[in-house]
């Protein structure tokens, strides 16, 4: 696999005790991994670099990840997996309503979010 068959991935989470080992642990898994603490960062990244698909909590200071999805789809076809400790069936159909390609409920196992990158990136890139 060259550099550029490296899939992108931006990881958004304002905690650090997710966002860096969770990157690792990605980075780990053969993505290359770029990281955001707030949905502004994130915009700024998204601005300076190629990215394949995002992974974003959904509550976060200012701006939350529903919102930052909703531009996302409305600029852009990059796939989106939300990550968020509220489980509550009303939350995941407004995300998946609202663009999101998958939900992932906090905690999780970090290789089901691994195998849902995987297969989310299949699914977009066929």
Not at 30 to 58: M, T, W
Request: glycine share 4%; net charge negative; hydrophobic share 40%.
């Amino acid at each position: 696999m060259t550099d550029s068959d490296t899939p992108r991935i931006l990881l958004i989470d304002d905690e650090p005790s997710i966002r860096e080992p969770l990157s690792e642990y990605l980075e780990g898994q053969g993505f290359a991994v770029s990281d955001a603490a707030s949905a502004a960062e994130a915009r700024s990244v998204l601005r300076a670099k190629s990215i394949d698909l995002v992974v974003s909590d959904i509550m976060m200071p200012g701006e939350d990840g529903l919102s930052l999805t909703r531009h996302l789809r409305e600029t852009s076809n990059i796939p989106v997996i939300l990550l968020t400790a509220r489980a509550e069936d009303t939350e995941r159909i407004i995300g998946l309503e609202i663009g999101a390609d998958d939900y992932v409920v906090k905690p999780f196992n970090p290789r089901e979010l691994v195998a849902r990158i995987r297969t989310v990136l299949r699914r977009t890139q066929a």
